[in-house]
């Protein structure tokens, strides 16, 4: 905890000022030199693509595009991080315009000065925290204090009061929003696409607006749970979605490969999906034997099936799948990309919806107020 803590009414101004740009969330990183950014690249500087040979080992060149396949799945979580941390900084920074227009908006119709109304809501209204409270605080927060509860208890009031202050201050910039008419419409950060080709088994027409690919593995258990998730978007969304399965077994799933090369080995009869679904219905039984009395439940050719996976012919299907997974960025399953818009995880109807619904371009119905419970 810093000793140098400032009072209710100064770190109100100053939360607001910071607010432009920050929104009370700490400090920022200082912007480039514009003469540095500005700098032109030395003269005769090759430029740097996919090509570029960055090492060369015993006579065999590494490509920049060979780095970039390695390092895919920590890339791809980079860009998304970076892109979701401008669309934060912006939401911040637009926060802040808006409170402090709105505070401009009420010291005019007040007639006071800026200081002087953040005084009076602010200041004035933060009551100084009781003795119970700085107890309890530093109770709860003792393996961080840097002395006993009597030395401490001088710096703990005026911090607590800082807080109750910064509560106090958003509480009032809400209240000044209700009272007026602001309308915020920043539109939704755009993660970077990702090319992943539909190749595989599907199910939806092959023209639909909307492809949902999925990286799975049959002995994945929150593949599993996501079968229904999946089920509920093709009923929903119809002719509109395609879903289109590619295999990424994980390397610590021993019996997902051969049951990749299964599925496909009743894709080959036209029945992937029948058997896709008692796979994931069956997880526990993945064996060979239990992939081809599989087979027979859901009423394939049994010689042709049995062929087909005791000889591997499906092998080399799952290793392209795994590879085109690998080099999307999928480190685990399920992945999907809709449209090439990455989601990660078991994740919920709820997840995808909205993505889908952008995709189509149908506008968001607005949103109701909550209704209070019924006992």
Known sequence: MRSSIRTPFALALLCLAALLTIACQGG?????DAAAAAKPAPAGKVPVGPTTIVAVVNGENITLADVDKEAAAQLRQLRRQAVE??????????????????????AKKRGVSEEDLLKAEIEEKTPPPTEVEMREFYA?????????????????????????????????????????????????????????????????????PVTVVVFSDFECQFCAKSKPVLDQIASTYGDKVRIVFRDYPLPFHTKASKAGEAGHCADAQGKFWAYHDYLFANQAKLEVA???????????????????????????????NTEAGREAGVSGTPAFFINGLPLDGAQPFEAFKPIIDAELGVTPAPAQPAQPAQG
């Open 28 to 32: 920022a990183e200082k912007a480039p």
């Open 85 to 106: 941390q401008e669309h934060a900084l912006r939401q911040g920074a637009l926060e802040a315009m808006v409170a402090k227009r709105l505070v401009e908006a009420e």
């Open 140 to 208: 709860n927060n003792q393996a961080r204090m840097p002395g006993p509860y009597e030395q401490m208890k001088d710096q703990l009031g005026p911090y607590l009061r800082n807080q109750k202050a910064q509560a106090r201050l958003m509480e009032y910039i809400g209240q000044l929003r209700s009272a007026s008419q602001v309308a915020m419409t920043l539109p939704e950060a755009e993660m970077p696409r990702v090319e992943v080709a539909a190749t595989g088994p599907s199910r939806g027409p092959a023209n639909a």
């Open 290 to 320: 239990d992939l081809k009395a599989a087979a027979l439940a859901v009423g394939l050719d049994a010689a042709a099936f049995d062929a087909c996976l005791d000889g591997g012919k499906m092998a080399e299907a799952v290793t392209k």
